[in-house]
């Protein structure tokens, strides 16, 4: 992405302290960027040894609509047990399945525990 300074001709900007920077309109994101369609991100797996956690719940979304939080940990999804998962494989199942019926309990003390342990 390139630093460009756009500048509208016609405006008087000799006020102003410091430089009038005008930022390209809205695109949108390209095709490449996948969309959520589950409604929720998660976080976690085996390595982290404290399991899987939604990190983010879309508002509006049926995840939302289904009383999904940010700290639940999922314990299972469709009787599949998330608590010592990769996360890639949790990633894996949860993208292909058709229906998805989640078991979680609200548990932001590891959740926390386990944003503390990422490095970004």
Request: no cysteine.
């Amino acid at each position: 992405m390139s630093n460009r300074v756009y500048v509208d001709p016609k405006g008087n900007y000799d006020d102003y302290q410091y430089p009038v920077v005008f930022l390209p309109p809205y695109e949108n994101p390209p095709a490449w960027i996948p969309v959520q369609e589950l409604g929720f991100n998660i976080r976690g797996g085996k390595a982290s040894q404290l399991g899987i956690f939604i990190s983010k719940v879309i508002p509006d979304s049926d995840a939302d609509h289904a009383g999904l939080q940010e700290g639940d940990q999922v314990l299972a999804v469709n009787d599949i047990d998330f608590q010592d998962i990769e996360h890639s494989k949790a990633v894996e199942i949860l993208k292909s399945a058709k229906e998805i019926t989640m078991r979680v309990r609200y548990f932001p003390y590891n959740f926390h525990r386990q944003k503390e342990r990422t490095v970004h």
